[in-house]
């Protein structure tokens, strides 16, 4: 098909540079004294000590002059703004869902979902965990139960739909436990936590029906489920003549309600949304925003980030866009493969990540060597990344033992229209420094831990 990007640069930006951010270059001892005043937790060093952020995708995109216009045009009007109607059509455009609730990001809308769905002694199960996720089922008294297929666990294995759901997995627990006890199924596109890996639509149509019969809802988080349907085009039968909002929209189509995180695949700093077809749920949902977020016409956001968030949604669908989004991270993924350094394949949407285990095979797992590679990096080069590993996991809430991941990653997330080609070459010269000289790495041992997703705030000292 056309997708009208550029025949002799595939993922060329499809923009140029209006306004520059300039960066700070800083010396190894400075980095040095910036990680351990952190407490090496990459999530508590300062923006200033960085030279290239991979730390994250989320509210990290730059925005495009549409987006920027858009805030000029913010009706902060308490109640009925008309940026509120802009973004339903936009949601109900591209995403298809009838209502729609605003809220300040995707954990807001996850906390109004789960309160209202689940029950006490529920199970929620899910294509593999995401931290907020999976906290906002246990906090509503439910308990999450992986039904990923056994390839997402294994960072080598290329099966091309890492995302899928095991259906075998899925009727063991609805067997085991009553279709009753299963208020929804919780479906991420490019699973986050897998590497960023997309289900398939075949997978998605089984499940559909597996669902239909149980009378189970399905409930996307479509966090990144354009970069899912990008990839259904490029991997599945069927697919390769159809543009990516199509895809998007066929995705949606089968399942009940999302919840957004903005932040990432709609361009914009801040913003999230539960979206629904139920007319019950939606009432529900629209009287508990008013508890936890603002009116149900705002959510949490000024009139203007929903402008942004509407406009966003608009140019995040674009092949263009799109091109140029995968090709710069598949372009970064390469050159570490290349070098031979272990990462997680095949290649995801919105990270690479580092297989820490077999990076540093000489350090335990109880030693966090996903974190203390995130520091390593920030030393080496002011690149600031994340642990995906069992820091990330927590600590199971009945036995209080740490869960242990068979994925122990570092996330070098690319920010969306951030970072040029060049970015991505001192990035991965730095990670290849870094491997030339692992066996120096150290482990940690943390020494502050809280209570609630502790991978933000926990606090290491490397260990003697
Ligand atoms: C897959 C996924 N779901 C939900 C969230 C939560 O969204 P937010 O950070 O906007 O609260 C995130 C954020 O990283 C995510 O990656």
Redesign the pocket.
């Given at each position: 098909m056309n997708t009208q990007t550029n025949e002799h640069h595939p993922w060329a930006e499809p923009y140029k540079i209006k306004m520059v951010e300039l960066l700070r270059m800083t010396t190894r001892e400075e980095r040095l004294a910036a990680i351990r005043e952190a407490g090496y937790n990459t999530f508590l060093t300062r923006s200033r000590d960085v030279y290239i952020d991979l730390l994250?995708d989320?509210?990290t995109s730059a925005m495009s002059d549409r987006q920027w216009a858009g805030i000029m045009l913010g009706d902060e009007a308490y109640s009925g703004s008309e940026n509120f109607y802009h973004l339903e059509a936009a949601v109900r455009e591209f995403y298809g869902y009838k209502h729609l609730v605003p809220t300040h990001?995707?954990?807001?809308a996850?906390n109004l979902m789960s309160q209202i769905l689940i029950s006490d002694g529920d199970f929620v199960p899910g294509n593999m965990y995401?931290?907020?996720?999976r906290l906002h089922q246990e906090l509503a008294g439910g308990t999450f139960v992986d039904v990923i297929v056994d390839e997402a666990h294994d960072p080598e294995n290329t099966f091309p739909f890492k995302g899928n759901v095991d259906l075998d997995k899925l009727d063991a627990l609805v067997q085991e436990v009553g279709a009753d006890r299963v208020p929804y199924i919780s479906l991420?596109g490019n699973?986050?936590m897998a590497g960023g890996q997309p289900f398939s639509m075949e997978n998605l149509k089984a499940l559909r029906q597996y669902c239909r019969k149980h009378d189970i809802p399905i409930m996307l988080?479509a966090?990144?489920t354009i970069e899912n349907a990008w990839f259904i085009r490029e991997r599945e039968a069927g697919y390769s003549d159809m543009p990516v909002r199509k895809i998007l929209r066929e995705i949606c189509d089968l399942t009940d309600g999302c919840?957004m995180?903005?932040?990432?695949d709609a361009l914009v700093n801040i913003g999230?949304f539960f979206a629904c077809n139920d007319d019950e749920v939606f009432k529900k949902a629209q009287n508990l925003v008013v508890v936890y977020e603002g009116l149900h016409t705002y959510g949490g956001l000024a009139g203007r980030d929903m402008e942004a968030m509407a406009q966003g949604i608009r140019e995040s669908v674009t092949e263009e866009h799109m091109a140029a989004r995968i090709g710069q991270v598949r372009y970064l993924g390469q050159k570490l493969l290349a070098a031979g350094i272990p990462i997680v394949r095949p290649i995801g949407s919105h990270a690479i990540f580092i297989d820490a285990r077999r990076f540093l095979p000489h350090i335990d797992q109880e030693h966090f060597p996903a974190q203390s590679l995130a520091a390593e990096l920030f030393i080496e080069s002011g690149i600031r990344t994340m642990e995906r590993g069992i820091v990330s996991a927590g600590r199971d809430p009945e036995t209080g033992k740490n869960r242990k991941p068979k994925l122990e990653l570092v996330r070098l997330t690319i920010p969306r229209r951030v970072y040029t080609q060049a970015h991505m070459d001192v990035v991965a010269d730095a990670v290849i420094d870094v491997y030339h000289r692992r066996e120096e790495i150290r482990g940690l041992k943390m020494v502050y831990e809280p209570e609630y997703l502790r991978f933000f705030q926990a606090r290491f000292e490397p260990l003697t």
């Open positions: 994250t989320s509210g990001q995707g954990r807001g996850e995401f931290t907020t996720t991420e699973v986050n988080d966090t990144r919840t995180s903005a932040k990432k999230g």
